[in-house]
């Protein structure tokens, strides 16, 4: 059974602060890795992908690949109340087309 | 561009009945997938569809099918509802089959069984 590990949170960072939230997958072919955030009440929305090892930055956001020890992060920087989320991990099996999902660490920034 | 579309957003059904649900991808986005979403389980995958064909299948009953259209839009069905059914149905679209990357998620349908 593939899998997709997350801690659960809740996460609680104060404003301006760094966020760091961590995933673990199981299949170790797996090519493609991605993250979601999902508000209360709505569904998720991309927020990055990533295919090679090392660091990718986008805005205040940069997710950090490592193969070898299959294990995704995404870092938040000068994280902001609108940040406040379930964050989900998401891992492209590497024989199909599915998505698998982590169930999503829930980020609370306050202010 | 418009974004991925579902219809309805808010269903209620009763413990026996089946349910349709619709999905309009982003335009020139050829595959669909499906994700039940539950607070217990989270996301999970149901199956995806590329050119009209199903190309891959997650671990649900049979009650759970699909289809899609020459025009990429796609409906799923779950015929004789049980409580367990109740759910936040998304469906998301790629611009490719095998090989897609990136998919960007409708807004979901309720589904509440009674």
């Known amino acids: 059974q593939k899998e997709v590990e997350q801690n659960s949170g809740p996460l609680s960072v104060p404003e301006g602060a760094i966020a760091s939230l961590n995933c673990t997958y199981s299949d170790r072919g797996s090519q493609s890795f991605f993250w979601y955030r999902q508000y209360s009440g709505k569904s998720p929305e991309l927020i990055m992908s990533?295919?090679?090892?090392g660091d990718k930055e986008d805005g205040r956001f940069t997710a950090q690949l490592n193969k070898a020890s299959q294990y995704v992060s995404l870092l938040i920087r000068d994280s902001q109340p609108s940040d406040s989320a379930t964050y989900l991990c998401?891992?492209?099996?590497?024989?199909?087309?599915?998505?698998?999902f982590g169930k999503g660490t829930t980020l609370s920034v306050s202010s | 561009k418009a974004g991925v579309t579902q219809t309805p957003r808010y269903l209620i059904k009763t413990r026996g009945q089946q349910v349709t649900l619709s999905c309009s991808p982003i335009?020139?986005?050829?595959?669909v997938s499906w994700y039940q979403q539950t607070p217990g389980q989270g996301l999970q995958f149901l199956f995806e569809y590329f050119s009209e064909t199903q190309r891959n299948k997650g671990n649900f009953p049979g009650r759970f099918s699909g289809r899609q259209f020459s025009n990429s839009r796609s409906e799923m069905n779950v015929s004789t509802l049980e409580l367990g059914d109740s759910a936040l149905y998304l469906c998301a679209s790629s611009t490719t089959g095998q090989g897609s990357y990136e998919q960007y998620f409708g807004p979901g349908t309720r589904l509440t069984v009674t």
């Open positions: 335009s020139g986005h050829r595959s």
């Open positions: 998401a891992v492209k099996d590497a024989a199909g087309t599915a998505l698998i």
């Open positions: 990533i295919y090679s090892n």
